[in-house]
């Protein structure tokens, strides 16, 4: 099982890597053919759901979170880059972690950890090919999790948990836009995807303790996002976008962006 | 590049698309969240299926309350559960036959239905009206076509031990309602250590020994010939034969860890752990500190090849305490070594030595089928917890077995409520062996159920120990 994932891994790399390798081989003269266009400046809001699939040790279960964040987008750098920042509270909900090491095994099921979920996302426009325009991106976003405090009730003494989660997320990959469209522009991204993550536990049955960080990898190390932005009136856009992760049951997910240029 | 100008005939279309890609994806989500909600019911109703099952498991076999154990040995095995379905019968026919005569011979059989298992090629097969299990088997065995049939036998829970007197020993489940245990008392439903349950998480590991410092073990009895490790060392006739002269250190070895799983017998504990014997108690039934003292640091010393000594059981006591005592306590737990006493048996204020040296050693007083505290059972500020401890059914020698008689007996008392704890200290430390003593016996007097004044008193301790929570996974909730 292991040496199959492996395998799968290595081939999702060398397929990105190798389909990026003769893009960029391929965008050099496009590029140099190109009109000069003024960059454009964004603030976006987002809003996205999404259910991945993550292991520790033998086992799995779905991380899935809900995350509101405010965005800054320069579209049009250099007349190749988009480039955005973004911020805000990522609310996942890790359960069915299980923190076997402490003097008492608990198992998470206490629902969404709030926290600070930061980031950046570029993205290059590098070939245009008929309507289409394949390009690259990179994304990596953080999620730092607030403790948070659960009463172990049933016991016969005073206990409690304290729980932190954090994450990471790095993504790179294709991306493909549809420019023949007056107002819109629908665009699929297939990208390796890497998570990585730390959930700390801690455990006080009266004078009781214990403490275990359980490491988490991501199930899944491709996800393909399909999305349409539309150019609704001057200076805003919306962009819809679903995202699934191949190789992971419950890996699925979407959001919703609302951009306003100044 | 021609453009299309679809902004003013489709202006609301990127609103639908979104509207639309928002809604497929909250869908999505929330069929996720359904089909994981609807499979964490079926895991609950499964779970509770399982429980009426047993149920009525045990109220049939309480039809027949036997008292005494000899009639157990007149009896088959598990009497009143068929070992096998009363309407299926499994089927291989010889490969060479194609399906369509192979059904053909089957419908030859008139039965009610069959289904093929692909793959194997065995019929799971539905016996006529008005035919038994038994004369359609005898008619398939008889034809030539077919290369076996065989009934279709029973499972049972993993963690349900098959031993042959589980049934009787409510310590470890108790089934409530009339028990099948001398006086046949009522007892109250889940009123046990809760094995059942942590068996599911926890068998014990066979490298961790668990030393018996009392009479000894017979450790020829069947139900501990494979569980004990050597014959031991007997410090009151100073040579290495342990072996039981009197009863009481085999009933306690029995409750620790009996052969468990192996259709005879009882159930132990510490159902995978081992057992080495120390005799400090001479046939007579008495014994001096200095042997309590050596069999302490001998215990705590054992090795035989990776096994180690991680608990000690001491059902024994006495009314002094003794520095050299509290030393050689001290010693052991030092080593990494659960110790565990019996709190003493009469029903007086006052817990017996070793028992009251709390910072090395469990005290544990005697619980009965209700849950309530037992009047013999000795109380005070060291009584960290308790277990059943009353009509408790374990091994005895089997040359102090009356003939025709099987080698088990009840018997009641601190004694046997201490074991109960030893076996679950050996359940804790083979899954968390990096766990010292003391978190050991903490988690040990944290997790039990509050039985007598709620909160630690000085009857209970903190409760009668619940061996499931402190071995299953428990649950953060919001």
New interface residues.
Partial sequence: MKERAGKAKRLAAILIIGLTWSLLLAAGPALQAREQQKPVWEFGLTGE?F?RGIKWSDQTT?L?STNLMFELRARNLGNLFNLSFFGGLGLPRPNGV?F??L?????????SITGLLFGARAEARLLPA??FNFGLMAEFSSYLGFKKE?A?S????P?T?T?TPSWSQASGGLRVTY??????QPFLEVAGSYFWGKFKMKEK????E?EQSVNLKGVSYVSITA??S?F?VDKIT?V???RIFPGSR?G?????SIYYGF | MAKINLKKKFRYLPIAISVLLVLAMVIIVNQIEAQNKIKDRLGTSSQKTSSRLEEALKSRLNQTPPVKIKAISQQPALPGRPKYSAEKILVRFKPELSVQSTESILRAYQPRDYKLIPKINVYVVKVGEGATVEDTLAALKANPDILYAEPDYRLRLAAQPNDQLFRYQYALFNPGGTLQIPGSPTGKNRADIKATGAWDFAKGDPDLLIAVLDSGIDYTHPDLASKVISTGKDFVNDDNDAMDDHWHGTHVAGIIAAATNNTEGIAGVAWNCRLLPGKIISAEGEGDYSDLIEALIWAADYTSGQARVGVINMSVGGEEPASSLEAALEYAFNKGIVLVAASGNDGLAGVLYPAAYDEFCLAVAASDYNDEIADFSNSGPEVDVAAPGVWVLSTIPVALTEPGYLPYAFATGTSMAAPHVAGFAALIKSGKPWLNPGDIMKLIKYTPDDIEAAGRDDYAGYGRINTERALSPFKIVK
């Avoid at chain 1, 049955?205 to 009781?208: A, P, Y």
Wanted: glycine share 18%; hydrophobic share 45%.
């Fill in positions: 759901l259910s779905t899935k299980v076997d090491q003097p008492l095994t608990l198992q998470y099921q206490g629902g008929s309507d659960f172990l049933g016991l016969v003494v206990a948990a729980a420019d023949a469209l007056e107002g819109s049955i009266e004078d009781l214990g999305g349409w539309f609704l919306l819809p976008k679903v419950t699925i997910g979407g959001g919703l």
